[in-house]
């Protein structure tokens, strides 16, 4: 028996797994436009089988053993792309230093889906359902992304421009990404699943707080996730714990404007946005 | 085409696949292991999964040649390991299925767990299956057999 329908089947490529970053963006470069970089693959593999993208051909960065690195610096923990999900989990420089990021893999798809899915793939396909996102912005985390003419380096913030758009270009990988970390951080990750038969999220929240200085990222409501501060929420750090959740919480309303999609409607996405943030607020403010 | 070679259940095999070819159909129909089900097609149900160089993977959602030169183990396979015949017996004894459609997948799963790790907490136990899905939902009766086959897996880390 064999499927020749679309969703039972892949359109047709040429498979490459090259052992060297070099190989990968000169691949990327030969076939612009034509290839897609696969790293964990199931976005591209399920985007393939509902047709939604044709790639001549995938470039699988999987064998490339400078993106799967995990390492501690003075500038920040640098995380390769091709890391995945249990690796986040499992890494005891994650685990100790960036909480929040650990918590976040621990949602990526289930727990299976987790050997395979990778940061890098996680946060570049540009879905507003990724959970790496959220929590890469709240630490104000840096992305470095390199072709053959160079490299550049953005805020995790300017990745996505929109629905499944990101500003990565047809020949660009996203090679490590950087998490500032400090002593002293505290934060958490939040996270709304609809309890229907597709583990899609519905709202997400990362919370981080050093010091004086507050993240609030709210994702899964809209293409790109939110990103409110101590100074965008007004956050009175003299004032009580619940007036400044009153306070936040309005703000939070007010500013967000959901998407309505099959998994949930734009009012139920902005009062789960409201509770949630309250929820992860109260959590690392330590119900004080 | 790629000529790939697959350490399947033991055995080296050298197949013929496509560029495009998902793993699941190259186990089903080139080397006839009907242990791996196709149900979702999408990376949810998890039936499908096998391990890949000791790793569970959803062999819908991975290719062929994604597996080239690498182990692939699955519910077959796990017949040669004492350990793991006891975990079957163990699902047989607690009736941890309805249908059975799901039991390879489970078995598998449940396999790597208990290896990696034979004293897994009841709650991360439930969290590490949790990419599985039994749609007769006996769920219950899963867990309880695979803590009953723990004793089997510590015996085997101690010797």
């Not at chain 1, 393939?48 to 490339?64: H, L, S, T």
Request: with cysteine; aromatic share 6%; proline share 3%.
């Amino acid at each position: 028996m064999s499927f020749t329908t679309p969703y039972f089947t892949l359109p047709k490529f040429t498979y490459f797994k090259p052992t060297k970053l070099e190989d990968a963006l000169s691949l990327l470069r030969q076939y612009k436009g034509k290839a897609k970089v696969m790293a964990g693959g199931i976005m591209l593999v399920n985007l393939m089988k509902e047709r939604q993208i044709f790639p001549e051909y995938v470039i699988d960065i999987k064998g490339i053993e400078e993106l799967k690195r995990i390492s501690k610096t003075e500038n920040g923990i640098k995380i390769g792309s091709a890391v995945t999900a249990i690796e986040l989990q499992n890494s005891l420089i994650v685990r100790d230093n960036l909480p929040v990021l650990a918590k976040a893999a621990s949602y990526m798809g289930d727990r299976t889906l987790q050997h395979t899915v990778t940061i890098g793939g996680n946060i570049s396909v540009g879905m507003p359902s990724t959970d790496g996102l959220p929590a890469l912005m709240s630490m104000d985390s840096l992305l470095r992304i390199k072709s053959q003419d160079g490299e550049r380096t953005i805020p995790a913030s300017e990745l996505v421009i929109g629905l499944g758009k990101t500003s990565l270009k047809d020949d660009e990988i996203i090679t490590e990404i950087i998490v500032p970390y400090s002593s002293g951080l505290k934060g958490t990750y939040l996270k709304l699943i609809n309890a229907s038969e597709v583990a899609i999220t519905t709202v997400a929240v990362s919370v981080l707080l050093k010091e004086r200085k507050l993240s609030v990222v709210i994702g899964a409501i809209a293409p790109k996730p939110y990103y409110f501060d101590h100074k965008s929420l007004q956050w009175k750090w003299e004032a009580s714990l619940t007036e400044n959740l009153k306070n936040a919480s309005e703000i939070i309303g007010s500013n967000v404007k959901p998407m309505s999609d099959a998994v949930a409607s734009s009012e139920y996405r902005k009062e789960v946005s409201k509770v949630l943030a309250v929820r992860a607020l109260k959590e690392v403010f330590g119900g004080a | 085409m790629k000529t790939i070679s697959l350490k399947v259940n033991g055995i080296t095999k050298e197949i013929t696949v496509e560029d495009n070819e998902l793993l699941l159909n190259a186990l089903r129909e080139k080397l006839g292991i009907t242990s791996v089900k196709a149900a979702c097609w999408r990376g949810e149900c998890g039936l499908c999964t096998v391990l890949l160089d000791g790793i569970p993977v959803k062999s819908c959602m991975t290719l062929a040649v994604e597996a080239d030169g690498k182990e692939v183990i699955t519910a077959e396979g796990l017949y040669s390991d004492e350990r793991a015949k006891k975990l079957m017996e163990s699902f047989v004894k607690h009736g941890a299925m309805q249908c059975g459609f799901c039991t390879p997948a489970f078995v598998v799963t449940s396999h790597y767990v208990l290896t990696k790790n034979p004293e897994v907490d009841g709650e991360e136990l439930k969290k590490e299956l949790n990419g599985v899905i039994c749609r007769c939902g006996t769920y219950y009766q899963i867990y309880e057999a695979v803590k009953d086959a723990e004793k089997y897996y510590k015996k085997e880390t101690k010797s």
